[in-house]
């Protein structure tokens, strides 16, 4: 998984408290996404970007934020956590989606259980 | 929305043994992934296929898009412990007003070794 970070690992929140998980990658990649793993259900996207500044929403957006101000970072908010939203995440950072050559890098999770 | 459904959902193998699992969706993409995620890991990029009948190889992963770009299978030969995990596949689309496309995931295929 070289070269895009997240942190937390882990991380147990209340309902209705707010958290951040962050994304960054030092690959210089423009596109960079969140996704969020549950069992039985793969991935699924939550949100997206192309570049610093813009954002799109993905499959999954409700309950999510998420911002680019700068090409590394990409952190994603959750506004008043929900226990549906318990799951693992992943950032994924690429150079360009379906670019021949292009290679998608995932973080490593993080883990969040929502009580 | 666009689906992939990936098959088997789990299988067991036998060290040595020839292993098979294949996506199809009723969209046509123009990028076919495949990924293995290990316990407590973000997945991890095996084979990445961008013409429609190209065959790749890894070591001893073949994967290939399919001509109709709607379906792909990936391979492993002569199995090892190893090689237990999950595997997913993903494709993207294109949009051809010029953004970039999203990737989209197989529920995956959970390969065991046999007791």
């Known amino acids: 998984n070289a070269g895009v970070t997240q942190t937390p690992k882990f991380q147990v929140l209340k309902t209705g408290q707010s958290m951040t998980l962050q994304c960054a990658q030092d690959?210089?990649?423009?596109?960079m996404s969140w996704y969020r793993q549950d069992p039985g259900m793969g991935l699924r996207l939550i949100h997206y970007?192309?570049?610093?500044?813009?954002?799109d929403q993905g499959e999954v957006p409700n309950g999510y934020n998420v911002s680019r101000s700068t090409t590394e970072d990409f952190p994603l908010r959750l506004l008043s956590a929900a226990p549906s939203q318990t799951s693992v995440y992943f950032c994924?950072?690429?150079?360009?989606?379906?670019?021949?050559?292009?290679?998608?890098?995932f973080g490593e999770g993080s883990w969040l259980t929502v009580v | 929305g666009q689906q992939l459904n990936q098959s088997p959902q789990s299988m067991f193998i036998q060290e040595g043994e020839d292993v098979s699992m294949n996506c199809t969706s009723s969209?046509?993409?123009?990028?076919w992934l495949w990924y293995k995620q290990d316990p407590g890991e973000g997945p991890v990029l095996l084979i990445a296929?961008?013409?429609?009948?190209e065959l790749t190889s890894n070591g001893r992963l073949t994967a290939q898009f399919g001509i109709t770009r709607k379906d792909s299978f990936l391979n492993i030969s002569a199995s090892i412990p190893s090689d237990v995990g999950i595997y997913f596949c993903?494709?993207?689309?294109?949009?051809?007003?010029?953004?970039?496309?999203?990737?989209?995931f197989g529920k995956g295929t959970k390969l065991s070794v046999k007791p």
């Open positions: 994924a950072s690429s150079r360009r989606i379906g670019s021949s050559g292009n290679t998608i890098y």
């Open positions: 690959m210089n990649h423009e596109y």
């Open positions: 970007s192309v570049g610093a500044g813009i954002t």
């Open positions: 969209s046509i993409f123009n990028t």
């Open positions: 296929l961008y013409k429609a009948g």
């Open positions: 993903a494709a993207s689309y294109m949009n051809y007003g010029g953004s970039q496309g999203n990737l989209i």
